[in-house]
Nanobody, 116 residues
Framework: QMQLQESGGGLVQAGGSLRLSCAAS????????MGWFRQAPGKEREFVVI???????TYADSVKGRFTISRDNAKNTVYLQMNNLKPEDTAIYYC??????????WGQGTQVTVSS
Protein backbone atom coordinates (compact mmCIF):
# COMPACT_ATOMS: atom_id res chain seq x y z
CA GLN A 1 0.00 0.00 0.00
CA MET A 2 1.48 3.28 -1.11
CA GLN A 3 1.85 6.01 1.49
CA LEU A 4 2.64 9.70 1.09
CA GLN A 5 4.31 11.96 3.63
CA GLU A 6 4.48 15.73 3.22
CA SER A 7 7.13 17.90 4.83
CA GLY A 8 8.65 21.34 4.47
CA GLY A 9 5.85 23.45 5.83
CA GLY A 10 6.38 26.19 8.36
CA LEU A 11 6.01 29.84 9.17
CA VAL A 12 7.22 32.35 6.59
CA GLN A 13 6.78 36.05 6.00
CA ALA A 14 4.82 37.33 3.04
CA GLY A 15 7.01 37.38 -0.03
CA GLY A 16 9.05 34.44 1.17
CA SER A 17 9.44 30.96 -0.25
CA LEU A 18 9.01 27.37 0.86
CA ARG A 19 9.51 24.05 -0.82
CA LEU A 20 7.19 21.27 0.18
CA SER A 21 8.14 17.64 -0.28
CA CYS A 22 5.91 14.63 -0.73
CA ALA A 23 7.85 11.43 -0.14
CA ALA A 24 6.32 8.15 -1.25
CA SER A 25 6.77 4.70 0.24
CA UNK A 26 5.31 1.39 -0.82
CA UNK A 27 4.92 2.71 -4.34
CA UNK A 28 6.67 4.66 -7.07
CA UNK A 29 5.67 8.24 -7.83
CA UNK A 30 6.86 7.90 -11.41
CA UNK A 31 3.91 5.61 -12.11
CA UNK A 32 1.34 8.06 -10.78
CA UNK A 33 0.00 11.42 -11.72
CA MET A 34 0.39 13.56 -8.62
CA GLY A 35 -1.12 16.77 -7.35
CA TRP A 36 -1.16 19.20 -4.47
CA PHE A 37 -4.18 20.48 -2.60
CA ARG A 38 -4.69 22.76 0.36
CA GLN A 39 -7.29 23.48 2.98
CA ALA A 40 -7.49 26.76 4.84
CA PRO A 41 -9.31 27.07 8.18
CA GLY A 42 -13.05 27.08 7.67
CA LYS A 43 -12.77 26.43 3.94
CA GLU A 44 -13.17 23.50 1.60
CA ARG A 45 -10.14 21.66 0.31
CA GLU A 46 -9.06 23.13 -3.03
CA PHE A 47 -6.63 22.06 -5.68
CA VAL A 48 -3.33 23.87 -6.06
CA VAL A 49 -1.92 21.92 -8.98
CA ILE A 50 -3.01 18.66 -10.58
CA UNK A 51 -1.41 16.55 -13.24
CA UNK A 52 -2.55 13.75 -15.51
CA UNK A 53 -0.80 11.36 -17.82
CA UNK A 54 0.72 12.77 -20.96
CA UNK A 55 2.26 15.73 -19.23
CA UNK A 56 -1.00 17.58 -18.66
CA UNK A 57 -1.09 19.86 -15.63
CA THR A 58 -2.97 22.85 -14.42
CA TYR A 59 -2.47 25.32 -11.58
CA ALA A 60 -5.11 27.17 -9.64
CA ASP A 61 -5.34 30.76 -10.83
CA SER A 62 -4.40 31.98 -7.37
CA VAL A 63 -0.96 30.33 -7.55
CA LYS A 64 -0.06 30.58 -11.24
CA GLY A 65 3.37 32.05 -11.74
CA ARG A 66 4.28 31.54 -8.09
CA PHE A 67 4.08 27.77 -7.46
CA THR A 68 5.78 24.99 -9.37
CA ILE A 69 5.35 21.24 -9.11
CA SER A 70 8.24 18.93 -9.85
CA ARG A 71 9.36 15.41 -9.07
CA ASP A 72 12.57 13.53 -8.46
CA ASN A 73 11.97 9.92 -9.40
CA ALA A 74 15.30 8.84 -7.96
CA LYS A 75 14.17 10.14 -4.56
CA ASN A 76 10.59 9.00 -5.10
CA THR A 77 9.49 12.48 -4.13
CA VAL A 78 7.24 15.18 -5.53
CA TYR A 79 7.87 18.83 -4.68
CA LEU A 80 5.91 22.05 -4.59
CA GLN A 81 8.07 25.15 -4.84
CA MET A 82 6.15 28.14 -3.51
CA ASN A 83 7.48 31.63 -4.14
CA ASN A 84 6.17 35.08 -3.29
CA LEU A 85 3.92 33.63 -0.63
CA LYS A 86 0.89 35.56 0.52
CA PRO A 87 -1.11 35.38 3.75
CA GLU A 88 -3.98 33.83 1.80
CA ASP A 89 -1.71 30.87 1.01
CA THR A 90 -1.94 29.86 4.67
CA ALA A 91 -3.36 26.33 4.77
CA ILE A 92 -2.60 22.69 5.30
CA TYR A 93 -1.07 21.34 2.10
CA TYR A 94 -1.65 17.78 0.92
CA CYS A 95 -0.24 15.72 -1.90
CA UNK A 96 -2.32 13.05 -3.55
CA UNK A 97 -2.46 10.63 -6.46
CA UNK A 98 -4.74 10.89 -9.48
CA UNK A 99 -7.75 10.97 -9.65
CA UNK A 100 -7.62 12.89 -6.36
CA UNK A 101 -10.70 11.35 -4.88
CA UNK A 102 -11.63 9.08 -2.05
CA UNK A 103 -9.88 6.13 -3.69
CA UNK A 104 -6.67 8.05 -4.16
CA UNK A 105 -3.69 8.07 -1.83
CA TRP A 106 -3.46 11.19 0.32
CA GLY A 107 -0.76 12.36 2.65
CA GLN A 108 -1.43 13.67 6.14
CA GLY A 109 -0.60 17.25 5.25
CA THR A 110 1.88 19.91 6.23
CA GLN A 111 0.99 23.30 7.68
CA VAL A 112 2.03 26.45 5.86
CA THR A 113 1.53 29.77 7.63
CA VAL A 114 2.31 33.07 5.92
CA SER A 115 2.47 36.15 8.09
CA SER A 116 1.80 39.63 6.77
Amino acid sequence: QMQLQESGGGLVQAGGSLRLSCAASGGTVSTYSMGWFRQAPGKEREFVVITRSGGWLTYADSVKGRFTISRDNAKNTVYLQMNNLKPEDTAIYYCATYPYGSQSVWGQGTQVTVSS
